[in-house]
């Protein structure tokens, strides 16, 4: 089973996260954060991936430092899980409709971090959720999982709409990307013969 367990602990967090890619969705959150409870239980379930993520975080300042973890420990597990990454299909992309909001999502597992962020969320929070830390989160997943992740906004005015289009998307994205392709199983999906 290609699955890792991450602890991170710093003077502002205190993450355990466990991934397992060949799940079925299920998942049990609790960040301290519930709009971020929301988004990983969607992301979970949308790209099929067992997630249990606990965190204690200095939430009386705010959600950056927890938010900005998470990212960071769920990209760890991720590339832990994938290992050489030998037999994954290695890129996954979707546009996904939530309401008004049309969101595109591409991941490519190069062993390069790079994040593509085309979004306009139009407001500052959603409930006590700043909504830029949005970008913060999958800045710090790709920087750990070293692989290349845009999201672009097609459409859409709804930051709720917007925002959890976001996760449903790249949770599909994710589960192309990292699916065993039966053709190539035993290969490492590129022509340097690393990734």
Not at 106 to 111: E, K, L, M, W, Y
Not at 168 to 187: M, N, P, T
Request: include cysteine; charge should be negative.
């Amino acid at each position: 089973m290609r699955k890792a367990e991450v602890n991170r602990t710093t003077a502002e967090t205190d993450i355990a996260l466990s991934l397992e890619l060949d799940g079925t969705g299920k998942s049990e959150i609790n960040t301290g954060c519930g709009f971020m409870d929301h988004m990983l239980t969607l992301f979970a379930s949308h790209g099929r991936f067992d997630l249990k993520v606990t965190c204690k975080g200095d939430t009386y300042v705010d959600y950056h430092h927890s938010v900005e973890d998470i990212g960071i420990a769920l990209g760890k597990a991720f590339k832990d899980a994938l290992g050489d990454k030998r037999g994954i299909h290695r890129y996954g992309d979707t546009i996904l409709p939530m309401d008004e909001a049309l969101i595109l999502s591409a991941v490519d597992f190069s062993g390069r971090s790079y994040l593509g962020f085309e979004m306009n969320i139009p407001t500052e929070k959603v409930g006590d959720f700043d909504t830029e830390l949005v970008e913060e989160f999958w800045m710090g997943f790709v920087r750990q999982a070293e692989c290349a992740v845009h999201f672009r906004q097609l459409s859409g005015k709804n930051s709720h709409h917007i925002i959890e289009g976001a996760y449903k998307s790249i949770g599909r994205s994710l589960r192309q990307a990292v699916a065993i392709d039966a053709e190539f199983a035993g290969e490492i999906p590129s022509t340097k013969g690393v990734l």
